[in-house]
């Protein structure tokens, strides 16, 4: 939003970022989708839900998606009955279909998503995560693009307790879990084109659990929810959600993220990748030693639950 100003006469543009306020939700949602996936006891529900906010929204958690009706990424490592490959050399990039996003040049995207990733290129959804939940894989995707590249990546922290953010884990059905993406560009002579660093925009649009909202601190674009990280969760009823409006366009190149919080960095301890096979069977590409791609999410790995990544590659 743009302030205008009178000063002798004379009118000055003032930009200004007029920080958007977040609506609501208390206790956990009712569920309408069962699971976009089941491979039995490797994987975890993925379900979806509604919930209504305190301003009479209905939202969908942890994020609208894509996953039914999108062409899915081509596996690297899927347990969830897909390929699973010992390591790059076992790919055969021939085998792997070329989608369209409106161009003639060849590019190649390897991705590790913590959990469940929907990928734009152009403002063209290309292609989702085949396994929206765990267990954790990785994937490869080969589109057509015309530069400069507007590559615009959803992230969804998936949950089981639907509305909350939460998951079964270390002895409690209300452990927070944690996000992620490494992702590696290249063209189709494996040249680097790009790779997740701080140089990306990240802007959170759902964060829960929240116990006691005044944790969370939103000024201009940011929305920190740094303090609210050690709160004990004991209620599901009573505990909170933040949620943001998603603008329809925002995967598009005209899209003005420059508002946006840089994204932050995570290294792979901080994560924990080292028994993840999906990651540590492909180091080549997420660690290569020019390309070192890292970890990035918004400012809270943890709480952040629907995450929005941006870069324009030229």
Known sequence: MKKYS???GSIFLVASVVAEQPTFTMGPATQT????????????????????SEDGR???????????????????????GGKVLKSLADLNLSDVAVMDAGGEEEFIVYLFPDNYFELYVNGILVAVDPVVFTPFNSTVVRFKADRPLTIAI????????????MESNRGTKFHAGDGGLVAHFQDAK???VAITDDTWKAQTFYTSPIVKRRCLVVSSSLRDS?????????DA?????????????WMKPNFDDSAWPAAETFTNDTVGVKNKKAFMNFLD??????????????SNLVLDNLVLLRKTVK
Request: hydrophobic residues 40%.
């Open 226 to 234: 740094s303090a609210c990280d050690k709160q004990k969760v004991t």
């Open 285 to 298: 590409v997420f660690d290569a030693k020019r390309a070192d791609a890292e970890f990035i999410w918004s």
């Open 154 to 165: 959803k992230m969804v922290d998936w949950e089981e307790t639907l509305g909350l953010g």
């Open 58 to 80: 209905v939202w969908v958690v942890p994020a609208e998606n894509n996953y039914e009706r999108a062409p899915k990424a081509e596996d690297l490592f899927n347990e969830c």
């Open 33 to 52: 989708h069962a699971g976009l996936i089941n491979c039995g006891g490797k994987s975890r529900p993925s379900a979806v839900g509604e919930i209504q």
């Open 237 to 249: 009823k009573k505990t909170s959600a933040a949620h943001w409006a998603v603008a329809e366009d």
């Open 6 to 8: 009178l000063i002798f």
């Open 190 to 192: 494996g040249q680097t």
